[in-house]
């Protein structure tokens, strides 16, 4: 079993910065991609950034150029700084991880989501 526990999140003025943190723990013989989605009220879950494990990002379009994916593989943990806040980043993050596990299976793991609300 493996475990995803966010941190990070919280309430902050537009403009402003948050670094979310994401570890995973358990049964991983390695972790290959992780990624940060986010939900908002009525909207459907989206990728805001992914890491492969040779650190390649990708981010989406509304992030790009404010929020930056990292890794620290000996940790198994996954920041997302984000910048320059917009109240429509205001979401529910998801961080997400594609695990290798000690049986030999590749599974996709969630967080339970850590909620960003940012004001105007």
């Known amino acids: 079993q493996v475990q995803l526990v966010e941190s990070g999140g919280g309430l902050v003025q537009a403009g402003g910065s948050l670094r979310l943190s994401c570890a995973a723990s358990?049964?991983?013989?390695?972790?290959?991609?992780m990624g940060w989605y986010r939900q908002a009220p009525g909207k459907q879950r989206e990728l805001v950034a992914g890491?492969?494990?040779?650190?390649?990002?990708n981010y989406a379009d509304s992030v790009k150029g404010r929020s930056t994916i990292s890794r620290d593989n000996a940790k198994n943990t996954v920041y997302l700084q984000m910048n320059s806040l917009k109240p429509e980043d205001t979401a529910v993050y998801f961080c997400?991880?594609?695990?290798?596990?000690?049986?030999?299976?590749?599974?996709?793991?969630w967080g339970q989501g850590t909620q960003v609300t940012v004001s105007s």
């Open positions: 358990g049964s991983i013989f390695g972790i290959n991609a």
């Open positions: 890491i492969t494990s040779g650190s390649n990002t």
């Open positions: 997400n991880a594609v695990v290798s596990v000690e049986s030999g299976y590749v599974m996709n793991y």
